[in-house]
């Protein structure tokens, strides 16, 4: 299904936006139609020949509208530096969209601190450092600005073997709603967007461990709706809440689910019914997942 834009061609002329985690997936693709609808847009990401091949897709309407940076966002000295050579060479941000990830199914009692961080300093931690890095210089600077964050409907029911995630952007839901308050003298507004199950590459084979399992927060039918998310849906959401056209609006997090979260938490409890060997074969199709992923980006 194809959702139409309510947008006119240039609702975000004159806006420069940052989206992180924009090499794959969701940031990709929220990158084409931004420009389309005339912003300049900065990706972020770890891989540069990835982010290289994003900013071309991106820019094929406006070529020299998307920038590039291979930035590490749980490095916060990274995320300064990175903030501040974006305001030197192209003026400041009008926009933030913190969308870096990183998830995985597992038994929590099977995690390691290391696989914990990995989730928790990219969801949380970049979140927060590219919201403080961008919020201190719209502050000093007088200026305006809009944070908007990628979360999901677990942070206000949390899920089963998502565990880092769940609290990760149940923190990332707080400090929205946290700063909203503190900056808004500011005008710096904070909202969060909490889709329903969208497909991408890789991340939809992440979240999909094993063939037999019923898992209802990937499943269409268990969505009122009786299908799923597009990036096109998710697209005309981010540029309403990061044009000048919702001025009032801050603090909130939107679920846009089709009514997964109503009819029942969109949540992974499906996966208790999996046996250990059920998790072991999941961890081989996860890694085989991540070889042919990496071998298609040519990393």
């Excluded at 999901?152 to 565990?163: E, I, K, M, P, Y």
Aim: aromatic fraction near 6%.
């Amino acid at each position: 299904m194809m959702a139409t834009s309510p947008f006119s061609s240039d609702a975000l002329a004159g806006k420069r936006i940052l989206i992180t985690g924009g090499g794959p997936g969701l940031g990709r693709g929220l990158a084409g139609h931004l420009v389309e609808l005339g912003a300049e847009v900065h990706l972020w990401g770890r891989r540069p020949a990835v982010l290289e091949d994003a900013a071309l897709e991106a820019s094929r309407s406006r070529p020299g509208s998307v920038h590039w940076q291979a930035v590490d966002v749980r490095q916060a000295d990274l995320v300064d530096t990175a903030i501040g050579e974006i305001w030197s060479g192209h003026g400041p941000l009008t926009g933030v969209v913190n969308n870096a990830a990183a998830n995985f199914i597992a038994p929590t009692e099977s995690l390691s601190h290391r696989a914990f961080e990995a989730v928790t300093g990219t969801v949380m931690g970049g979140s927060f450092n590219t919201t403080h890095a961008a919020g201190r210089r719209w502050i000093e600077g007088g200026t305006r600005g809009v944070v908007l964050s990628t979360l999901t409907t677990w942070v206000w029911t949390g899920s089963a073997f998502v565990v880092p995630s769940a609290m990760a952007k149940a923190a990332v839901h707080a400090m929205t709603m946290s700063l909203a308050v503190e900056w808004a003298r500011y005008g710096i507004r904070l909202n969060a967007i909490a889709s329903g199950p969208i497909p991408t590459d890789y991340a939809w084979e992440m979240l999909n461990p094993s063939e037999k399992s019923s898992v209802g927060a990937t499943q269409a039918d268990q969505i009122p709706m009786g299908r799923m998310g597009t990036i096109e849906e998710l697209s005309n959401l981010t540029a309403f809440l990061l044009s000048d056209a919702c001025d009032y609006l801050t603090g909130q997090t939107i679920a846009m689910d089709g009514g997964q979260m109503l009819a029942g938490p969109g949540t992974f409890a499906g996966l208790t019914s999996m046996s250990p060997k059920d998790w072991a074969d999941a961890r081989e199709r996860s890694k085989a997942a991540s070889a042919v992923s990496k071998a298609q980006r040519g990393v």
